[in-house]
C-alpha cells in the first residue's frame, strides 16, 4: 500500500487540539535543517524540531500555526513540533475560541 493521496490539504477534516504538555504556536523563522522559532501562547519563543515524521510529509512556512510540545529537559528553550494546521483549520480554531483573533 501507499500512502494516501490528498489532492487538496482542505479535505482532511480532522482538527487535532493540543494535548495536556502540549502548546500552541506560530512559526516566526525557518532556522535550516529541520529548526524553526515558534512564538508560543505562553509568550515564550522556543525552537522548535520538524519531526522526521512531519517532516517527510508537511511542508512547514512562515506564520503558521503548529502545536508544538516543549522537551522534558530545556522545556523553556526547546520543543518538537507535533503537528500544523491548515488555513481552514486556523479558521475553525478562532471561531471555537482555542486560539485568540490576533494570534
Known amino acids: 500500500m501507499g500512502k494516501r493521496k490528498v489532492l487538496n490539504e482542505s479535505a482532511l477534516k480532522k482538527i487535532r487540539l493540543p ?3 502540549e ?3 506560530r512559526v516566526i523563522k525557518l532556522l535550516g535543517s529541520d529548526q524553526v ?3 508560543c501562547m505562553d509568550d515564550i519563543t522556543r525552537r522548535g524540531r ?3 515524521k512531519l517532516k517527510r510529509r508537511i511542508w512547514i512556512r ?3 500555526i503548529v502545536i508544538i510540545a516543549p522537551w ?3 522545556a523553556e528553550e526547546r520543543g518538537d513540533i ?3 494546521f491548515t488555513l481552514a ?3 475553525g480554531l478562532k471561531n471555537g475560541g482555542h486560539i485568540p483573533r490576533d494570534f
Open 19 to 21: 494535548e495536556e504538555g
Open 23 to 25: 502548546l500552541l504556536g
Open 37 to 39: 522559532l515558534v512564538k
Open 50 to 52: 520538524i519531526r522526521g
Open 62 to 64: 512562515d506564520n503558521d
Open 72 to 74: 522534558d529537559f530545556k
Open 82 to 84: 507535533v503537528w500544523r
Open 89 to 91: 483549520q486556523v479558521d
